[in-house]
């Protein structure tokens, strides 16, 4: 019997990539909800470099880092290919979840944060904002012409961008600004394939809100 167990938060872009890659490969797993302020041996013990979510644990061997995870999954697991067979297409589907990662600080300073990490997070998140408006310039997709890996990889500016902007009141998104984008985006988070493997938007929106506040 495979022992599948994933340690995780349910309001992280990181993990709700990893349960995207397991759902689309059809493996069953146990869901074990971590807390940063407390947490569990379990997760210090799987983790002991960074002690961060998500880690996956197969067959009691450890995983970390969510694009470490997707990956292992895919080579793993019988089911849908999830990078790209072609290997300039997985090449590039690489390279955009690299992005994506890289420009979380930001996009967390941006709307959470006050004073010179705001203004210098805005800086970021508004020339993430114009590579990505050019990038999907008459597109639906990151990467070739069907969803992909870049494309899971995208739910944190696709989605959770959208609710840390209405959370904070910091406005940058417009379609006067960056138009292609947003017309992605609105496709993206109505498209059935996104849909069912997104948080509630209310209880995102919620969470984001309390946790601004303390901030």
Not at 89 to 98: G, Y
Request: charged share 25%; aromatic share 14%.
């Amino acid at each position: 019997m495979v022992d599948v167990k994933l340690l995780g938060l349910w309001y992280s872009p990181a993990c709700h990539k990893v349960e995207w890659a397991l759902k689309l490969k059809g493996v069953k797993y146990e869901y074990i909800e971590e807390n940063l302020q407390n947490k569990s041996p379990l997760l210090l013990e799987s983790n002991p470099v960074h002690k961060k979510i998500p880690v996956l644990i197969h067959n009691g061997k450890p995983i970390c880092e969510s694009s470490v995870i997707a990956e292992y999954i895919d080579e793993t697991f019988e089911g849908p290919f999830i990078l790209p067979k072609d290997p300039y297409d997985r090449a590039i589907a690489r390279f955009w979840d690299k992005f994506f990662d890289n420009k979380m600080g930001a996009v967390v300073n941006t709307f959470l944060h006050k004073g010179e990490e705001q203004e210098k997070g805005k800086e970021e998140v508004c020339e993430m904002l114009k590579i990505l408006d050019n990038e999907l310039k008459d597109k639906k997709f990151f990467v070739a012409d069907k969803f992909g890996y870049a494309d899971m990889a995208a739910n944190f500016v696709g989605y959770w961008l959208g609710v840390f902007q209405d959370a904070s009141g910091v406005e940058l998104v417009t379609s006067e600004n960056f138009s292609n984008f947003c017309a992605w985006r609105d496709v993206y988070v109505k498209c059935s394939q996104v849909k069912e493997y997104l948080p509630p938007r209310n209880d995102l929106l919620a969470f984001i809100q309390a946790y601004a506040s303390k901030a």
